[in-house]
């Protein structure tokens, strides 16, 4: 019951996330991860993704849920996403372990979700949790890929999460390490996050104060952009691309 209202009280069951913003991403990684967790065989239903700060493992997990949520497709509908620092909160909200909590919460889903096709359970950013706490987890998670056959896991850290997690319940946990944005993809989004247009005296060293500045069209700024150090300083991180883009002002 205490599962139950926790549940109740947060907007876990997908799709009441809105899309991301100027997502980018490399499709051939988002179904290279759709075609791991279709397979038959059982035998690889868990997927780690691994990135740094800022590199888009929550929208990354956010926009595959997105797609393969849809009516019809990979996973219908049937997706729970969960952040680790509600998924704390909650647990103790409900006064028990989290895993007497996620036990119970996903012994109640799959009721519901028995029999329907392939169902997904998101578990973004487990490197916040304590080792107790991992444990906790790791327990409840080969609890409920033990009760629901059909149940395919994504599971998101900046580091490997070690200690035994090589797999859960005989099922390889897959690592799929985020790809960075390729030089064109970073340089678009920089663009569009900027809050002004760009000039040419952006890309100078030392430009000339009290001349008026000279606009730059999108594609020179690109271009521009492309040849920059800064392109490469921000190494195709999202996170950081768009943090710089914020910082150019007026």
Known sequence: VRARSALADRPW???RTSRVEDFRCQVTQMVR?????????GHRRVILLLGA????KTATCREFCNHFSGPGRLFGGRVLFLQSQVLRGAANTAGGSMEDFLRQALTEISTTVQGQGLSLLVIDDLHIFQEVEKHELRLALEGALR???????????RCALGGGWDSLEHSKIVLEELATLPSEDAAELFQRRCARQLYKEDFEAQPCNGTPRQA?????AHQLLLQSQLLKILDG????IVGAAALVNS
């Open 13 to 15: 069951v997908w799709p």
């Open 33 to 41: 991860m759709a075609k791991c967790l279709s397979n038959a065989d």
């Open 53 to 56: 700060p800022g590199a888009g």
């Open 147 to 157: 009760l629901l056959e059909s149940l395919r896991v994504l599971l998101t850290s």
């Open 216 to 220: 730059l069209n999108v594609s020179s």
């Open 237 to 240: 991180v999202p996170g950081r």
